[in-house]
């Protein structure tokens, strides 16, 4: 089990920056690639960004390439996701996730993350 929490969500503006964090619980978070996904109001839950096992091969969607940045501290049991240039099109809710044991990677599949935190909000203002 993994219990995961985000953080550091805010206003900004156009342009600015953000870190955002996941902590997790439990003692297999390393065992875990972990991903990113956002929901804008009144769209779909989108994949964002994912990183495997040990902190290799990071992946992103095209729209955030370039942008943002995913990283993990195994010992802290923290995923990160920097997020600069952002753009209001950034705004939604973010959720960090964790993979089922031997889902593939890169996933951008829902259905392939067994644990969810609950969100942080990220608003951008233009």
């Known amino acids: 089990q993994v219990q995961l929490v985000e953080s550091g969500g805010g206003l900004v503006q156009a342009g600015d920056s953000l870190r955002l964090s996941c902590e997790a619980s439990?003692?297999?978070?390393?065992?875990?690639?972990m991903a990113w996904f956002r929901q804008a109001p009144t769209k779909e839950r989108e994949f964002v960004a994912a990183i495997e096992r040990y902190g290799y091969n990071p992946y992103y969607i095209n729209s955030v390439k370039g942008r943002f940045t995913t990283s993990r501290d195994d010992r802290k049991k923290t995923l990160y996701l920097q997020m600069n240039s952002l753009s209001p099109e950034d705004t939604a809710l973010y959720f960090c996730a964790a993979a089922y044991y031997g889902a593939s990677y890169p996933s951008m599949r829902e259905d392939d993350y067994a644990f969810w935190g609950p969100g942080t909000q990220v608003t951008v203002s233009s």
């Open positions: 439990g003692r297999t978070f390393s065992n875990h690639h």
